[in-house]
């Protein structure tokens, strides 16, 4: 029924809270999903704000999704999009992206409140090197009752399918339960985990932990339910035949090609943020954290 649970390691910024339950030590990815980053609910004090200045990826897809507050994402091809409750963010790096994130000056103005998730998804073998992209979506399939809501935000779930792009199987959704409400999880994907951002709930009687990463068993339908209502994350996707490495901000299938975008970030050769780009994230030395928050 449960395979794993995973606990996060939390990291305390003041008033700003992430727990990182991927990559942990015993395990890499589920599906997809490589680096699972849950954060808030906070509010920081007027005048302060997230900002993460602009830093480079390769390989993989960020997908940024709020509960609340708002974030301005801005990368090197261009695009620009205030990302708010009920929009996913997707932006594929593929050979090279620059991007950066910072709370919007309305958000800074009263106050910043931060509550979502950010992940990352390794791309598969024979599309780490695709052309960098970005898509902002809001208009996203919903299935629900009167007890209960879910919002798929990748793949297929329920009988609907998400418009996000995909480049390996994926599942990803958001899933409300009023008190006493209750959500089928299905069977297709091959790995599948659950987050409980918020209130309470179980899966099959199993009571899941705030903020715990809960591998469920493969090929097996299973049950949320909630007595008090809860917010539940749902992610995961197909089991990936090959291993991938993660330094910095970086991942891919080739450690030699993680050590290249390393040496093109510290020479200058990645392209730079339209809009933001008079600072930016130096390469750190040593072994860095997987991604900091600065």
Do not use: C
């Amino acid at each position: 029924m449960i395979t794993e649970t995973i606990t996060p390691t939390t990291h305390d910024l003041g008033k700003f809270e992430v727990r990182r339950a991927l990559p942990s030590k015993g395990r890499t990815m589920i599906g997809p999903f490589i680096f699972v980053d849950q954060f808030g609910p906070a509010q920081l004090d007027i005048g302060s704000a997230m900002d993460v200045r602009p830093h480079p990826h390769i390989n993989l897809s960020t997908v940024t999704w709020l509960f609340e507050g708002a974030i301005d994402h801005r990368d090197s091809l261009g695009s620009f999009s205030t990302i708010r409750p009920g929009q996913v963010n997707l932006m594929t790096a593929g050979k090279g992206i620059v991007h950066s994130e910072r709370s919007p000056q309305t958000e800074r103005s009263r106050g910043p409140k931060l509550y979502g998730m950010q992940t990352w998804l390794a791309l598969p073998d024979g599309k780490e090197e695709i052309e960098p992209d970005f898509e902002a979506i809001a208009d996203l399939p919903v299935v629900e009752d009167e007890w209960a809501r879910a919002t798929i935000v990748m793949g297929d779930l329920w009988g609907k399918r998400a418009p996000t792009t995909t480049h390996a199987d994926t599942i990803y959704a958001e899933i409300v339960l009023a008190p006493t409400g209750t959500m089928p999880i299905d069977a297709e994907a091959d790995e599948r985990a659950l987050m409980l951002v918020g209130g309470q709930a179980s899966v099959d009687g199993h009571e899941l932990g705030l903020y715990e990463l809960t591998v469920l068993e493969p090929g097996r339908t299973m049950r949320l339910a909630s007595e008090q209502g809860g917010r539940i994350m749902l992610m995961g996707g197909e089991a990936f035949p090959t291993e991938r490495h993660v330094w910095w901000n970086f991942v891919s299938s080739s450690k030699d090609r993680i050590r290249q975008a390393s040496e093109d970030w510290k020479q200058g050769r990645f392209p730079t943020v339209p809009g933001d780009d008079e600072e930016f994230i130096p390469l750190p030395e040593g072994k860095p954290k997987t991604v900091s928050y600065p």
